[in-house]
């Protein structure tokens, strides 16, 4: 996917579309959420670094959302769907500003979770833009 990256002509926010994959790490936090009840605090899933810190990405596909203070995580409804292999979820999504802009046409079941993290460099690429002085 080429990034789809622009400038705000008024203020000059940069808006960077970003391409977010379901992995092993996003279920394995799910399933750690779900065996909690459903509804934890990030703090007490166990997570490593890398779970924690894209854990809320979960939210892009729909498969768990934060409470409404914001301190706890909720799964939901397709979330547990999902865990019981009973239904598909969009292979990646396309986000823009925290929000999801685009699905994938491919769907897949839990089973067919591919075991890959995008890695720092990957994003950093996707973020990058010409300065001002290029």
């Not at 705000?8 to 092993?24: A, F, L, Q, W």
């Not at 166990?46 to 768990?64: E, I, M, P, V």
Request: some cysteine.
């Amino acid at each position: 996917m080429k990034n789809n990256i622009s400038i705000c002509p008024t203020c000059g926010r940069k808006t960077v579309d970003y391409k977010h994959s379901i992995n092993r790490t996003l279920v394995s936090g799910l399933a750690r959420l779900h065996a909690l009840g459903g509804r934890a605090r990030l703090d007490q899933l166990g997570l490593n670094n890398t779970g924690f810190n894209n854990f809320q990405k979960l939210r892009y596909f729909n498969l768990a959302v934060p409470s409404n203070d914001n301190r706890e995580w909720q799964i939901t409804n397709e979330g547990v769907w999902f865990l019981q292999g009973r239904v598909q979820i969009p292979k990646y999504v396309i986000t823009r500003n925290a929000n999801t802009i685009r699905t994938s046409p491919e769907l897949v079941y839990i089973n067919q979770v591919k075991e890959c993290v995008q890695y720092k460099i990957e994003w950093q690429e996707q973020a990058r833009q010409p300065g001002l002085f290029d």
